[in-house]
């Protein structure tokens, strides 16, 4: 740089530069803020004259621990509320026993807030997806869905039951008018019934109500068992813990009440108690003690 090109004359020049900031550093040592100052002088020695600078810098780091800022999907979405995420959105499909629409977007992508736009915002299209619970797939966050349906072009749709089976997909920016065909290709292979696990839930949750009503804990715990093998939905998954936990506390205190029984030398009495639990609780940890209180006095009794 000379001095004429800084405007401050002929002559020799001289640059000076002056830097002060300031830094924060969280306890694991992750840069949380950064401030910088940095002038910079030049001046003509032979005039005196000189230009001043200054930049400015601050940099405001994302505190560590903190969850990341969650992408805007307006774009992609157009008129249909989407439920965003693939395990809330099935969870969601499956309690309403509903089908779900996936449809995979990436915030990377040119055509898939196009395709959102143009697609979500046709009425012809929203009437014929309302069978379906519309969910938002973040396809560059979640590479297992798109290798599990097959996803090889974005943006794609892909309609499933609410258990997650493949129904019908669109892959690609599909123009609008082949679009109107394929989704109604889709709404025609909609489920008309809940799926298998969702009527096999409800099921075995009026079972448990009625054995507990009833007083046939051993229906009351088979149902329970049904039920965690679904594991979902949530509500009943809760209810079946919260009986089978009542369940338990009432048959140990029964048992704590047979062994007091037992060693009191009442056997008799004990053995009616034993075994009136292990009919009543079978394959549970009561039934099961119970039934190895039997045995033992069995073999004593044998002897």
């Known amino acids: 740089m000379t001095p004429s090109s800084v405007g401050i004359g002929e002559g020799p020049a001289l640059a000076r530069f002056h830097a002060e900031g300031t830094m924060w550093v969280d306890l694991d040592g992750c840069l949380r803020e950064d401030a910088l100052d940095l002038k910079m002088r030049v001046e003509n020695t032979g005039t005196q004259a000189w230009m001043e600078w200054t930049f400015h810098r601050e940099v405001k780091a994302q505190p560590a621990g903190s969850a990341p800022a969650a992408k805007d999907w307006s774009k992609h979405t157009g008129n249909l509320k989407f439920v965003v995420g693939f395990e ?26 196009l395709f959102g736009t143009r697609t979500w915002k046709d009425k012809e299209v929203l009437e014929k997806v309302k069978p379906y619970l519309p969910v938002l797939v973040d396809a560059d966050e979640s590479p297992e869905l798109v290798k599990r349906y097959d996803v090889l072009l974005l943006p794609a749709v892909v309609w499933v039951d609410s258990d997650g089976h493949q129904i019908f997909v669109s892959a690609g920016d599909a123009q609008l008018e082949i679009f109107r065909m394929l989704v109604e290709t889709a709404r025609k292979r909609a489920p008309d019934e809940p799926s298998a696990s969702f009527v096999a839930v409800q099921k075995a949750a009026e079972a448990m109500r009625a054995g507990v009503k009833s007083g046939d804990l051993k229906a009351a715990l088979r149902a329970i068992h049904e039920i965690r093998q679904v594991n979902r939905p949530k509500a009943i998954v809760d209810e079946a813990a919260k009986v089978e936990a009542e369940i338990s506390k009432t048959g140990e205190a029964a048992l704590s009440k047979a062994k007091e029984l037992l060693q009191s030398g009442k056997k008799s009495e004990a053995k009616d108690a034993l075994q009136k639990l292990r009919t009543a609780y079978g394959d549970h940890p009561v039934g099961r003690e119970a039934w190895a209180l039997l045995r033992q006095i069995q073999e004593e009794e044998s002897k």
């Open 88 to 113: 809330q959105g099935m969870a969601e499909a499956w309690e309403a026993g509903r089908p779900a629409m996936l449809f995979f977007t990436s915030s990377k992508d040119h055509w898939c807030p």
